[in-house]
């Protein structure tokens, strides 16, 4: 399945300087909110941050899966990543 870049899911929250450290391009991140979402063994929260990019072609040279926004609805995406895009306004993925 289909997930959005991210840090690794650690017990204690990082700051937003270390959060920065892990974001797949450098961008005016903006905090959307968080996520929370129950496994069947734990509880997850998320804070999902968001950037606004003028040149998405810029993307393609990163590491990793890039997709337009006007896609992402297509890809196979679990309800965590799906709850993450429409906190960020990105898509309202059903």
């Known amino acids: 399945m289909t997930e959005l870049p991210g840090s ?3 017990d204690s929250a990082l700051s937003l300087p270390e959060m920065l450290q892990e974001a797949p391009v450098e961008a005016a991140w903006k ?3 968080q ?8 509880t997850l929260q998320l804070r999902v941050m968001v950037a ?3 040149d998405f072609a ?3 040279n990163q590491p990793g899966f890039a ?3 006007e896609r992402v609805a297509h890809q196979a995406l679990p309800s965590v990543m799906q709850k993450c ?3 960020a306004g ?3 993925v059903d």
């Open 35 to 42: 996520i929370r979402h129950v496994f069947t063994h734990f």
């Open 85 to 87: 895009l429409t906190l």
């Open 31 to 33: 905090e959307a909110g």
């Open 58 to 60: 810029a993307l393609h």
């Open 90 to 92: 990105v898509a309202s």
């Open 8 to 10: 690794a899911w650690l």
């Open 52 to 54: 606004r990019l003028a």
């Open 67 to 69: 997709c337009p926004p």
